[in-house]
């Protein structure tokens, strides 16, 4: 594969930004090579600026449910540009985004829109704070919620990748005041309420972790958590911003039954754009800034441009069901075949092919893979036209202009490398 323009952008690239990419995940660092540069996505497809064209099953780390350069979305966004792109004031399709939200997600009684994931998570966590008037919050290892100082301890997503357990930079103070358990592991989080009781703000997870790879919940491991949050007057925080409206149109807490106290949004919700959201009831909510005495803010937060890319999104898979029915089958075919080796974690549109016999149900689980070798089947599907995730501890992504020949030449793909094995 013909990589040279790549090549020669990275290497500009690395001069003006760090590793020559705006997010670690990028570099291909755990995978190895050099990052792809992308020319243009359309439908399930990117071509990269050397005409390489791949069938794409990162779609921008899942806000792309219905793939590249959706129509409804771009036009959207045409319609609003007529009336130009931010005001730093309210206008009336904030209310909308909001209220659609709040249909879909009734948990979110009350809504704050922001610009990212790490800022949703953020301000929910800050807010957990504030409301309780407690300091400490349960995470769980391999969970990531975006570069919240206080939430980079045993991470996932990029610092798992790159095999940082937490990053440099962030106080011992602010670290210590999250408490890092396994997923999956409630008695874990008992021990913890126990040993730090009337101290706990909230526990944060995501409903289904995505960021040690695809990791369901076990049956139980939710209401199990919701029955703590509960006994123990601490805020139950479903970070959603790579569930919502991806594996339900109301999200995990939808398609689990348990009820959160606070949720954070993103990704699908701007359609493309950068938006994200944290929300939970009017009680809670009415104590942010300026009914109440938590702080948080944003200049382009709820700017009509990333507001109707968003409201064209939602509106779409609410007007379309058929998108979940769709999407859930086709990433079923796409993880039906036994695959030597591997074990294959699914939920909804969300997969991943870890590289281990084992069951992978947490962090230390996840990480019994063999990188390596996961490093060398990336690299054959990109060979074979299949742009997967740059990394083991990544979530893979199916949406709706994935065709059912699509999932077919990416198994196709997946079985000569095992083939050759
Ligand atoms: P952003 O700040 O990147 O918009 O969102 C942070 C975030 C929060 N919560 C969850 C559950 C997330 O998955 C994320 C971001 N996800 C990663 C991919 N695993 C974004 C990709 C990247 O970091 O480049």
Known sequence: ???????????????????????????????????LFIKRGDGCRMTDEDGNVFIDFVGSWG??????????????????????????????????????????????????????????????LRVARGFTGRDLCIKFEGCYHGHVDSLLVKAGSGLATLGLSDSAGVPASFAATTISVPFNDLAAVEMAFDSHDGQIAC???????????????????????????????????FDEVMTGFRVAYGGAQ?????????????????????????????????????????????????????????????????????????IEERTAALCSDNLPGVTVNRVGSMFTFFFTD?????????????????????????DHGV??????FEAGFVGYAHSAADIDATREAARQFFAKE
Request: charged share 15%; net charge positive; aromatic share 6%.
């Open 203 to 237: 526990v944060m997870v995501e409903a289904v972790a995505g960021n040690m790879g695809c990791v369901p919940p076990a049956p139980g491991f939710l209401e199990g958590l919701r029955t703590l949050c509960t006994r123990h007057g601490a805020l139950l925080i």
């Open 254 to 326: 939808a398609r689990f039954g348990v009820t959160p106290d606070m949720t954070a949004l993103g990704k699908i919700i701007g359609g493309g754009l950068p938006i994200a959201a944290y929300g939970g009831s009017a009680e809670v909510m009415n104590h942010v800034a300026p009914m109440g005495p938590i702080y948080q803010a944003g200049t382009l937060s709820g700017n009509p441009l990333a507001v109707s890319a968003g409201l064209a999104m939602l509106s779409y898979l609410k007007a379309h069901p058929e998108v979940y029915t769709t």
């Open 387 to 392: 742009y997967l995730a740059p990394s083991q």
């Open 1 to 35: 594969m013909n990589k040279s323009r790549s090549t020669s952008l990275l290497e500009r690239a690395r001069k003006v930004i760090p590793g020559g990419v705006n997010s670690p995940v990028r570099a291909f660092r755990s995978v190895g090579g050099g990052p």
């Open 63 to 124: 806000p792309l449910i219905l793939g590249h350069k959706p129509k409804c979305v771009i036009d959207a966004i045409e319609a609003v540009l007529d009336i130009g792109t931010s005001f730093g004031a309210p206008t009336e399709r904030e209310i909308v985004l909001a209220e659609a939200i709040r249909d879909a997600v009734p948990s979110m009684e009350m809504v704050r829109l922001v610009n990212s994931g790490t800022e949703a998570a953020m301000s929910a």
């Open 358 to 382: 084992e069951p992978v149900f947490d962090y230390a689980s996840a990480k019994k893979c063999d990188t390596a070798k996961f490093g060398k089947f990336f690299h054959h599907m990109l």
